[in-house]
């Protein structure tokens, strides 16, 4: 079972790339779902995710086990293992949060979700409580892992903040930029009469 959710995971972002109609514009400031330190995705001790092959984003260090909807969202997916979630926010960005490495073992084990999968979800609203104790106890990492998806549909994915520093759950930490219709030029730009 752990191997099937394993795998689960480094597609997640996949099996929605063809069915997924999700509308990204503009700048999106994407805050972080947990507090701790951050980290880049590449120092990451996971070939998968460092590599970025799962998409861009970053990780945390966690210094509490509180995930939080870094942004409005509906709930894409929990897995059964409660140790990752996906959620599809209302600004278009498709994001996997990840809890440790390995931490699919656990089998649930000192992971609490308090949502449910078609659940939409408020900015700031718990989604996942994690003993890292359990994690630790086991002897995984517990690094927190916040990947894009659909980093395809940005031209611009920016940490905001550096690597190494404390950061508070909700502190802005990313910035993606929306890929430009290189055709769409507004209704407004006409000329005045």
């Given at each position: 079972h752990a191997e099937i959710v394993d795998e689960l995971e480094k597609t997640w972002g996949k099996q929605f790339d063809k069915t997924d109609n999700t509308q990204v514009s503009g700048e999106i400031a994407v805050p972080t779902p947990i507090?701790?330190?951050l980290m880049n995705l590449s120092s990451v001790n996971d070939?998968?995710?460092s590599s970025g092959s799962v998409g861009q984003g970053f990780a945390i260090k966690p210094s509490d086990g509180k995930v939080l909807a870094p942004f409005d969202a509906t709930v894409r997916q929990v897995f059964t293992t409660r140790h990752a979630i996906g959620v599809v926010g209302d600004n278009g960005v498709v994001l996997l949060i990840h809890i440790?490495?390995?931490?699919?073992?656990l089998k649930g084990t000192g992971f609490v979700s308090y949502v449910e999968q078609g659940q939409k979800v408020k900015k700031g609203q718990e989604l996942i409580e994690f003993w890292d104790p359990t994690i630790k106890k086991a002897g995984l990492d517990d690094t927190v892992i916040v990947v894009i998806t659909n980093s395809d549909k940005?031209?611009?994915i920016q940490m905001t903040a550096k690597a190494g520093q404390s950061v508070q759950a909700e502190d802005n930490v990313l910035e993606l930029k929306a890929?430009?219709?290189k055709d769409s030029v507004p209704d407004t730009l006409q000329p005045a009469d």
């Amino acid at each position: 079972h752990a191997e099937i959710v394993d795998e689960l995971e480094k597609t997640w972002g996949k099996q929605f790339d063809k069915t997924d109609n999700t509308q990204v514009s503009g700048e999106i400031a994407v805050p972080t779902p947990i507090s701790g330190k951050l980290m880049n995705l590449s120092s990451v001790n996971d070939q998968t995710f460092s590599s970025g092959s799962v998409g861009q984003g970053f990780a945390i260090k966690p210094s509490d086990g509180k995930v939080l909807a870094p942004f409005d969202a509906t709930v894409r997916q929990v897995f059964t293992t409660r140790h990752a979630i996906g959620v599809v926010g209302d600004n278009g960005v498709v994001l996997l949060i990840h809890i440790g490495l390995g931490t699919v073992k656990l089998k649930g084990t000192g992971f609490v979700s308090y949502v449910e999968q078609g659940q939409k979800v408020k900015k700031g609203q718990e989604l996942i409580e994690f003993w890292d104790p359990t994690i630790k106890k086991a002897g995984l990492d517990d690094t927190v892992i916040v990947v894009i998806t659909n980093s395809d549909k940005f031209s611009s994915i920016q940490m905001t903040a550096k690597a190494g520093q404390s950061v508070q759950a909700e502190d802005n930490v990313l910035e993606l930029k929306a890929e430009t219709e290189k055709d769409s030029v507004p209704d407004t730009l006409q000329p005045a009469d």
